[in-house]
Structures are given as C-alpha cells and as structure tokens.
T-cell receptor
Framework: SAVISQKPSRDICQRGTSLTIQCQVDSQVTMMFWYRQQPGQSLTLIATANQGSEATYESGFVIDKFPISRPNLTFSTLTVSNMSPEDSSIYLC?????????FGPGTRLTVL | AQSVSQHNHHVILSEAASLELGCNYSYGGTVNLFWYVQYPGQHLQLLLKYFSGDPLVKGIKGFEAEFIKSKFSFNLRKPSVQWSDTAEYFCAATYTSGTYKYIFGTGTRLKVLA
C-alpha cells in the first residue's frame, strides 16, 4: 500500500489568486492523478501527472488553469490558477498502479 | 463514452438491515471494477476489487460484490450493516482497452441508524 499526504489540508483564497497543492507519496508509484470532488458530486479526473513530462489533461481541464508538475516518482503539485468561486471544491491526489489507487486526504478549497 | 452509474444517492437503514448498493458500468471491453468507501472525515479506502475469476468478490468489513457481466453490474452487498458503516460509497471502473484511468460513479451516501 501507499500512504499519501497533501498540503494544505484546507485553504480560503481570494478570487484571482492561485494556490499550489502538494502531494507526497511514501513510496515510488507508477501513476499519480489529480481529481476534483465538488459538493455533492463524484470524483472528476483532472489529469494524470506524468513524471518528467507534461500532464495529460481530461476534457474540460487545461494546463493554463491547472498546471501540474511531477518532478519524481513520489511528488506532484497541482496549481489552481486565477481562482473563482466555481473552483471551490475538494482536490484529491491519488497514486498507484492499474490494480489499485490510493487516495490522499484531500485539500478543501474555498474561493471567496 | 465509458461511464459508471450508481442508482441510489442516499440510503438510510437501521442496524442489522441488509444492504445492496447498485452499480452499473458501460460497455468498453475488459473492465476492472472497484468499490471505495469514504468514512466521514477520512480518505477514500478500497473496499474490494474485481479483475477476473470468481464473480463474487469479498472485501473488508464483511462487504462483498457480485460481478454480473450480462447485466453490466457490480452491486455491493452486506448482510447486516452496523452504525459504523455510515459513509459514502463509490463504485469505479477502469477499462483495459483505454488508459487505465479510473471512472467513478456519483456515490451513494449511506446512513445507518443505531
């Protein structure tokens, strides 16, 4: 199994600012992903974080809005840029392989 | 497009009642199926998974799920729920013909009354 930590656990931000969320895994993993979980909704995949190359984004998500880095096999960051209240959500990092994914505790973001 | 649907959004049961949560997935080739649980204030945790073999899969905490290929279903069951089973349950799928990304259902919020 893998243990995943995220920082910060929650934040309240002003409109127009940016927030970077960090995700750390306690072991080397093949895949890392970023999800968004909006209130009352399921998990929506934002992108797959690829080590040493550009992330692979899902439909509806773009790099300018959600830049992602993954400098090594155990760490990734997601930035939510130029935030608006619609970005208020829980952002989850997950990691693992094709047979199992492990999830971080999430970052609860509120944009005012 | 590949999708996963969960029919029950909110379920309320009394302790000792039996539980069945529905999950259907869309056709897309070979599929791997999962149930995750999120207890209040905690991480998503894997309950059980199905890849191949015996279609009746047993997971942690007395949960089981049955893969019925003809119905594209993977329903979660527990014969007797406890108050501590109060949580949100997510069904998920990966398709081996694709990119192995997880596709989640909308979740079912279960409340067990003591």
């Amino acid at each position: 199994s893998a243990v995943i930590s995220q920082k910060p656990s929650r934040d309240i931000c002003q409109r127009g600012t940016s927030l970077t969320i960090q995700c750390q895994v306690d072991s080397q993993v093949t895949m890392m992903f970023w999800y968004r979980q909006q209130p009352g909704q399921s998990l929506t995949l934002i992108a797959t974080a690829n080590q040493g190359s550009e992330a692979t984004y899902e439909s509806g998500f773009v790099i300018d809005k959600f830049p992602i880095s993954r400098p090594n096999l155990t760490f990734s960051t997601l930035t939510v840029s130029n935030m608006s209240p619609e970005d208020s959500s829980i952002y989850l990092c997950s990691a693992g392989a094709t047979d199992t994914q492990y999830f971080g505790p999430g970052t609860r973001l509120t944009v005012l | 497009a590949q999708s996963v649907s969960q029919h029950n959004h909110h379920v309320i049961l009394s302790e000792a009642a039996s539980l069945e949560l529905g999950c259907n997935y869309s056709y897309g080739g070979t599929v791997n199926l999962f149930w995750y649980v999120q207890y209040p204030g905690q991480h998503l945790q894997l309950l059980l998974k199905y890849f191949s073999g015996d279609p009746l899969v047993k997971g942690i905490k007395g949960f089981e799920a049955e893969f019925i290929k003809s119905k594209f279903s993977f329903n979660l069951r527990k014969p007797s729920v406890q108050w501590s089973d109060t949580a949100e349950y997510f069904c998920a799928a990966t398709y081996t013909s694709g990119t192995y990304k997880y596709i989640f259902g909308t979740g079912t919020r279960l409340k067990v009354l003591a």
